[in-house]
C-alpha cells in the first residue's frame, strides 16, 4: 500500500532556530512530490513539486530537497509567519493527478 | 487570475440530508479533485473529473457523486450525510497534462453533520 509519513507530527521553534521536516514515501511509480502550506482555516497552498532524487527547490526561507525514500523541508531562520501545517503528497505514475498525503507537520515559531 | 472558489464556506446537516458543494476551478484549469479533510488528518482523495467525465476515485462509498461541467466547475452531491462526514472538503484545480501539475486548492466547505 502507497504510504506517506511526516514526522515530527508537531514542531515548536524559537525565531531564527533552523530545522528540518521529514516526509518518507513508500510507493510504486513515484511521478512527483508535492509540498503544501496550510493556514487554519484555509485550503493548502503549493510550495514546491521535486521530481527525481537529488533535486532541490528553494524559495525565501524554506529549501526542499529529495532521495529516493524521503524529502525534507528545511526552514533557515524562521519567522513567526512560518508558524503553519505543512502537508507532503506524491503523485504516481497514471493517468491522473491523485495527491496522497501525508498528515502533516504543525510548525509554531515563537517570537 | 481568478484563484479557486467554494460555496457554501460553511454548512450545518442533519443525518440523511442531501447537499451539494459548489466549486469555480482556477481559470486556465481544466481537471478538477476533490479531497476530504478530518481534523488533524491530510486531505483523503475523493474524485477527480476530467473533460466532464471521473478520471479516477479514492476509497470514498458512491453516496459521494460529482459533475464538471463545460465550463470546468465542479459540484461534489452526497446523498445522506452520516456523522463521519463532518470535515473540510476541499476543490482543487489544475491543468493536465501534465498529470504532475500542481493543484490549486479552494478554501474548502466546512461541512458539519450533527
Known amino acids: 500500500e502507497d504510504q506517506v509519513t511526516q514526522s515530527p507530527e508537531a514542531l515548536r521553534l524559537q525565531e531564527g532556530e533552523s530545522s528540518s521536516l521529514n516526509c518518507s514515501y513508500t510507493?510504486?511509480?513515484?511521478?512527483?512530490l508535492f509540498w503544501y502550506r496550510q493556514d487554519p482555516g484555509k485550503g493548502p497552498e503549493f510550495l514546491f513539486t521535486?521530481?527525481?532524487a537529488g533535486e532541490e527547490k528553494e524559495k525565501e526561507r524554506l529549501k526542499a530537497t529529495l532521495t529516493k525514500k524521503e524529502s525534507f523541508l528545511h526552514i533557515t531562520a524562521p519567522k513567526p509567519e512560518d508558524s503553519a501545517t505543512y502537508l507532503c503528497a506524491v503523485t504516481l505514475t497514471g493517468a491522473n493527478s491523485k495527491l496522497t498525503f501525508g498528515k502533516g507537520i504543525t510548525l509554531s515559531v515563537r517570537p | 487570475e481568478t484563484g479557486v472558489t467554494q460555496s457554501p464556506t460553511h454548512l450545518i446537516k442533519t443525518r440523511g440530508q442531501q447537499v451539494t458543494l459548489r466549486c469555480s476551478s482556477q481559470?486556465?484549469?481544466?481537471?478538477v479533485s476533490w479531497y476530504q479533510q478530518a481534523l488533524g488528518q491530510g486531505p483523503q482523495f475523493i474524485f477527480q473529473?476530467?473533460?466532464?467525465?471521473?478520471?479516477g476515485r479514492g476509497n470514498f462509498p458512491p453516496r459521494f457523486s460529482g459533475l464538471q461541467f463545460p465550463n470546468y466547475s465542479s459540484e461534489l452531491n452526497v446523498n445522506a450525510w452520516e456523522l463521519d462526514d463532518s470535515a473540510l472538503y476541499l476543490c482543487?484545480?489544475?491543468?493536465?497534462?501534465?498529470?504532475?501539475?500542481?493543484?490549486?486548492f479552494g478554501n474548502g466547505t466546512r461541512l458539519t453533520v450533527t
Open positions: 510507493v510504486s511509480g513515484l511521478r512527483g
Open positions: 481559470s486556465g484549469h481544466n481537471t
Open positions: 521535486l521530481y527525481s
Open positions: 482543487a484545480s489544475s491543468y493536465v497534462p501534465p498529470y504532475n501539475s500542481p493543484l490549486h
Open positions: 473529473y476530467y473533460r466532464e467525465e471521473e478520471n
